[in-house]
């Protein structure tokens, strides 16, 4: 793929409206969606965002196997797909009535976790796999995080709120000590995945750097010679991690039974299916991103040893840890029971 490259004026009002946008998105989803009832059995509207993180979603969608697991428990089941960006419009959009599934990092769900606890009762529905999740600039001063300055621009989904945004917190935290664990939010701005991997690509522009995720990581590598790895999630959370995950509300899993263990079906046999054929895998997400990207990268990313396709959340729990540390959230998680549903193959999670 070789992103488009954004002239500065599109960028300038990208960065400053992208915030607004999703906002605006997430209310016009709200009106959409009216009336905001919980829907009956056979109705499951789906948020996502951009990345081959969501490849178990792609491959559900094309594959048709909610459907497929929904006639096997006896119900049809209508899927809507939508596309949003940024942990906060998703979020938004959950709380709205907008959408019923809501796909992010684990950062959103903790963040939502907290604010609906007691209430909305909003948890953790499955992960979406394991993922390295790479800041990569294309400043060659920058080496490490400390060698950002004043004149830079990191960008991520959502600041403050995205999983991006809460791993450089995590590693500030460690770096600078809690009391500055947000020291690097304010160069920090929210732009969609697509436009910050063609702002680091094409260089010349005040986006130095980028929080992102697989392809877009990847494809900057690739295409900007001065492009460098500052930062490997891994690294920060001491392992493999979880990094997007899909969650709800406590009221739609209790009223859509069946729905909500078809999904969850769906989900586990996607998963088993990347495993199997990762080059069948790779088709689907061209096919259903209507996209570009080099095929060949999409398979180095699929097979990396580093990436696991599994439903089961895995080393979440630091971060969670963190956030309650700082103030970030006020509840304090004892497990990673607490912040996703207690199902069989949460069993084991972390």
Do not use: C
């Not at 992960?127 to 995080?145: A, E």
């Not at 891994?234 to 729905?259: C, H, I, M, W």
């Amino acid at each position: 793929m070789k992103p488009a490259r954004p002239t500065p004026g599109r960028l300038r009002r990208l960065i400053s409206n992208t915030l607004a946008a999703s906002a605006t998105g997430a209310l016009a989803l709200s009106l959409l969606g009216a009336p905001m009832a919980a829907h009956a059995e056979g109705q499951l509207r789906i948020a996502e965002q951009f990345g081959i993180v969501y490849l178990l979603l792609n491959v559900a969608q094309d594959q048709q196997l909610i459907e497929k697991h929904g006639k096997a428990a006896g119900v049809d089941i209508k899927v809507d797909w939508l596309k949003l960006s940024g942990g906060s419009a998703v979020n938004d959009a959950l709380l709205s009535g907008s959408v019923d599934i809501a796909g992010a990092g684990v950062g959103p769900l903790l963040t939502i976790w907290d604010r609906t606890y007691g209430k909305q009762n909003v948890r953790g529905v499955a992960s979406l796999g394991n993922f390295p999740y790479y800041l990569v600039s294309n400043n060659p001063n920058v080496k490490t995080i400390a060698d950002f300055t004043e004149k830079d621009r990191i960008a991520l989904p959502a600041v403050g709120v995205s999983v991006q945004s809460r791993v450089l917190q995590f590693a500030s935290a460690k770096l600078w000590g809690d009391a500055q664990y947000n020291k690097l939010d304010k160069i920090s701005i929210a732009v969609p995945h697509p436009d910050a991997t063609a702002a680091i690509i094409s260089g010349g522009t005040e986006i130095t750097g980028h929080f992102g995720n697989p392809p877009f990581q990847e494809q900057e590598l690739a295409g900007n010679p001065k492009a460098h790895i500052v930062l490997n999630s891994y690294q920060v959370l001491g392992g493999p991690s979880s990094a997007t995950v899909l969650y709800a509300t406590e009221k739609f899993r209790k009223d859509n039974p069946k729905t909500y263990s078809a999904f969850v079906g769906a989900l586990d046999e996607a998963a088993k299916f990347i495993a199997a054929n990762p080059e069948k895998a790779a088709d689907i997400y061209l096919k259903v991103n209507k996209g570009s990207t080099d095929r060949k990268l999409l398979l180095q990313i699929i097979k990396n040893p580093e990436v696991q396709f599994k439903i089961g959340p895995q080393n979440t729990y630091p971060l969670a840890e963190f956030m309650h540390r700082v103030g970030a959230i006020k509840n304090k998680p004892a497990s990673v029971k607490d912040y996703f549903f207690d199902d069989t193959h949460i069993q084991g999670g972390s």
